[in-house]
């Protein structure tokens, strides 16, 4: 599968994506909206990770995931981590 | 409810070019997996469990590989399955060495290498299987123990180390996937008769409360079990195939 371009556009889409099949609904998945709140856990932000380096070919390490707490972070991590 | 296994479906069987691994590659295969037959030095031996997976209308590909080889080839397997015959969505690690000695005596290098095999090894193909399990919502983990390191075996301290922590990889990974859909188990066999353990003493058969070694056929029925959609709900568990050594 080719590699999508990365924006924080086409990322956040990703992730509202990603995160709408791990349980919260789609208009709760707000990018200052924690993962707490969503009821979003480690194995959810594990496989986010997995679709992420699938889409856009960029690897997030395990330390860098534990570390973000919201929708929005998980957005700048990966547009950071490709720039 | 949890998901059927979808029809496309892979079960890659490591160390399968003979004994156990081929008694599961061929089980595995009669319950309608696509098989996927892992060797290391053995092709003729894969490529006739292949052969005979082929013979009875099943799918089957002989794949070689040093899984104790940290470069690479747990992704190499795996991505050559998932050309080739589909997603791999059950893994059963069950290649293993032995190098026996008595601990007082015994080298790093048997140490290590045992280690390497028989749990870091089977770690690392964890890991890899579990991608495209949970993405699908279904997966089947089935790592072949060993009553010893559940019990003491004088001469083994390396190899019951390494099913030792194979039996606590299991509960722990089997518990952080659960609610993906993917299992993890483990099968322990006893005394089962194959070239590994081709010498038993009959005083180890006395021991034995069915007063026999098992076959290979009898741990392959375990895994069979614990890789089908009836066995959805079981997992972190020990399945003990040993005449009731453990009991």
């Known amino acids: 599968m080719a590699e999508k371009t990365i924006t924080p556009e086409a990322v956040e889409a990703t992730v509202r994506e990603a995160l709408a099949q791990f349980g919260p609904e789609p208009d709760e998945i707000k990018l200052e909206a924690t993962f707490e709140e969503l009821d979003v856990d480690s194995l959810d932000l594990a496989e986010l990770s997995q679709i992420i380096e699938d889409e856009y070919g960029v690897k997030l390490k395990g330390d860098d995931v534990g570390k973000i707490k919201t929708v929005g972070d998980a957005v700048d991590l990966v547009v950071n981590r490709a720039g | ?247």
Do not use: C, H
């Not at chain 2, 003729?44 to 080839?73: F, K, W």
């Not at chain 2, 722990?172 to 299992?183: F, I, L, M, N």
């Open chain 2, 1 to 247: 409810m949890s998901k059927p296994r979808p029809d496309s479906a892979v079960a890659l069987v490591t160390g399968a070019s003979k004994g156990i691994g081929a008694a599961i590659a061929i089980a595995l295969a009669e319950d309608g997996w696509a098989v996927g037959v892992n060797y290391n030095s053995d092709r003729e031996g894969a490529e006739r469990i292949v052969a005979a997976i082929e013979e009875a209308g099943g799918r089957a590909l002989a794949v070689g590989g040093d899984i104790s080889d940290a470069n690479g080839v747990a992704n190499g397997l795996f991505d050559r399955l998932e050309e080739e015959l589909g997603p791999v969505l059950a893994l059963v690690n069950n290649a293993g060495i032995t190098a026996d000695g008595l601990a007082i005596q015994m080298e790093d290098d048997d140490w290590n290498r045992v280690i390497d095999t028989n749990l870091t090894a089977a770690f690392r193909m964890t890991r890899r299987a579990m991608r495209p399990m949970i993405k699908a919502r279904f997966g089947r983990i089935v790592n072949v123990a060993s009553v010893v390191g559940p019990r003491a075996n004088a001469g083994q301290a390396n190899y019951a180390a390494a099913k030792a922590g194979l039996i606590g990889m299991t509960k722990t990974v089997a518990t952080e996937v659960a609610r993906r859909g993917v299992t993890v188990n483990a099968v322990a066999p006893g005394f089962i008769a194959t070239d590994m353990t081709e010498d038993v003493p009959d005083a180890v058969i006395d021991a034995i409360p069915a007063k026999r070694t098992g076959t290979p056929e009898e741990v392959a029925a375990a895994v069979r079990f614990l890789a089908s959609d009836s066995a959805a709900y079981v997992t972190g568990s020990t399945l003990f195939v040993d005449g009731g050594m453990s009991a």
